[in-house]
Structure formats: structure tokens, C-alpha cells
């Protein structure tokens, strides 16, 4: 399996078999210019979308994918995938609405997809979860859990992989934190825009893995 960040909240993730599977799509430009990454022209056969807002919900996606968009358990294209619906804030929805966390089984690998989490997660949500392999955080806070929060969740879930996303970047005028403010302290591998993946190489303890934006 390969991850490579397009940026944002959105991922590339292919798996061995050649399914492309695009996490999130933002609409470059949306929010008055506060998203400024490059269009998503990769082909995608399946699209996730954790909620309905530009920086998250771009269609204008090549190759006709599937887009999954409830919580359903569903198989796509030979991907198992199913959603936990949460909340885009602390206040069960009432300032930003909802939140669906995804979780697809890639290659024998479950990898979970937090979305615009905007709250911890309680133990019965992460038993629901379930194991995770791959996990990608949303870390930039104001908008979704922050760095704190998001070792709380870390903390719950266990996973053998962590890969921040949603933080301050160039090319994202949000008021959101860097991810220097997350990785701060930890023992952290730099991976460019790509990291590959094998089940039977995952780490037995937490690795923290920072992908550069590709767009």
C-alpha cells in the first residue's frame, strides 16, 4: 500500500491490487482563497468524504470513483470500509456539524481516516473502531482536535502508524497550527510526499511519519 499526501485532509492511497482511493478532496481556492493546494487531477476509484465542506468535498475527481459518503459498512472495489459518525466540534454538531470517521482495510492493513474530528473520542467509540493499523489525525486545532487531543486519541486507538494532516502549511491560511506544534518531542520520520506500507513490516510500537504536501 502507498500514502501520499495531497494535502489537507487528502490522501492517495493505493493499494496493491491498484485501487486508488482519495481521502477528503478539497476544492482549491474554497474559503476565499484558504485553501490554495494545486487541483486533485489523479484518478480515483474510490472517493471518502467525511462531511460537506469545500476544503473536504471535492467531486471534480478523474477516473469515475465511487463516492462513499454515510457510515454504512460496504465493500468497494474489494475495500472493506465502514463509518463512526461523529462530530465536527465539541458541541454534538452544533457549530460545525457532523463527522464521519472512516476505517477501509487495505492490503490486510485497517487504516482510519479521523476526518474533521472535533472532539476526543470516548472509549466506546474507539472499541467501535477496533484496530488500527494506519491512523490519519487531524492536528491543527480551532477547526478539529488539536495536538493534545490528538495524542489523547492516539493514546486510545494504538496505532502502528501515525500520519498528521490538516495542520498549517503555505498554502492553507486557515488559523490552524503547524505540525511542528504536534510532532514537537516526538521521535518522528520524515517521508517525503509517499510512504509505503507492508503488513508484515508495520512497527510494533507507535511510528510518527510526516508526508509533505504533493500539491
Known sequence: MKIRFLGHASFLITSDAGVNIITDPYKPGCFNGGIQYGKITEAADIVTI???????NETDIAGAPVFVRDAKPQQVKGIDIMGL????????????????????VIDGMDVVHLGDLGHNLSSEEAAKIG??????????????IDAKVGDSIIGLLKPKVVIPMHFK????????APVEQFIAGKDVQKAGTELELEKDALPGNTMFYVLDPSK
Open 50 to 56: 467525511s462531511h460537506e465542506h469545500d476544503d473536504h
Open 85 to 104: 459518525d461523529t462530530f465536527h466540534d465539541t458541541g454534538e454538531g452544533s457549530e460545525r456539524g457532523s463527522n464521519i470517521i472512516y476505517k477501509m
Open 131 to 144: 484496530n488500527v493499523d494506519v491512523l490519519l489525525v487531524p492536528v491543527g486545532g480551532y477547526f478539529t
Open 169 to 176: 502549511t503555505d498554502k492553507c491560511g486557515f488559523p490552524i
